[in-house]
T-cell receptor, first 113, second 112 residues
């Protein structure tokens, strides 16, 4: 079965620090990749997605992610985080055989002012 | 995009009772999904609900415990039956629109 791994469970950064959150998936076929964010008290929102083409994807709020097929990875990055980026971040994968997403365990990001 | 609302937003229930959660979408969608997010864990798919057919359940979830209705293309319900404290969780409704999956605000359920 397909699985998604997020190795960083809790990350604490100071404002202006750079961010990279890891995401690896197990499916060997064609996949669509997503990052979602859940701000405190709010529902899940889409940050960015990758379907095909340029493996470097830019999303909202200055986030980007890079798809590296050989590593089965889709890491999320932001050059300079803000206090308002404090949230939980979920990586998700959809393979061609399923309609619904499979989620990673999530990474809680805490940005200190 | 799709805007999804859920009712109730939260509830506290007694063991052995049942709760029905409603999901309303602002546009017609073919597929709706129900997820569970247990405390400190990720989202787990419970079932896929298509209009006009029975829901498809994931491994570990059964219709007797989580009956689902899908009477039309904008609405679905999930019932959590014969609840136990292990059912305490956030239940989320989700739909696909233009190749992207959108989520409702969730229903936070606490079972005492």
């Amino acid at each position: 079965a397909q699985s998604v791994s997020q190795h960083n469970h809790h990350v604490i950064l100071s404002e202006a620090a750079s961010l990279e959150l890891g995401c690896n998936y197990s499916y060997g076929g064609t996949v669509n990749l997503f990052w979602y964010v859940q701000y405190p008290g709010q529902h899940l929102q889409l940050l960015l997605k990758y379907f095909s083409g340029d493996p470097l994807v830019k999303g909202i709020k200055g986030f980007e992610a890079e798809f590296i097929k050989s590593k089965f990875s889709f890491n999320l990055r932001k050059p300079s985080v803000q206090w308002s980026d404090t949230a939980e971040y979920f990586c998700a994968v959809k393979d061609t055989g399923r309609r619904a997403l499979t989620f990673g365990s999530g990474t809680r990001l805490q940005v200190q002012p | 995009s799709a805007v999804i609302s859920q009712k109730p937003s939260r509830d506290i229930c007694q063991r052995g009772t049942s709760l029905t959660i409603q999901c309303q979408v602002d546009s017609q969608v073919t597929m709706m999904f129900w997820y569970r997010q247990q405390p400190g864990q990720s989202l787990t798919l419970i079932a896929t609900a298509n209009q006009g057919s029975e829901a498809t359940y994931e491994s570990g979830f059964v219709i007797d415990k989580f009956p689902i209705s899908r009477p039309n293309l904008t609405f679905s319900t999930l019932t959590v039956s014969n609840m136990s404290p292990e059912d305490s969780s956030i239940y989320l409704c989700s739909v696909i629109s233009t190749d992207t999956q959108y989520f409702g605000p969730g229903t936070r359920l606490t079972v005492l």
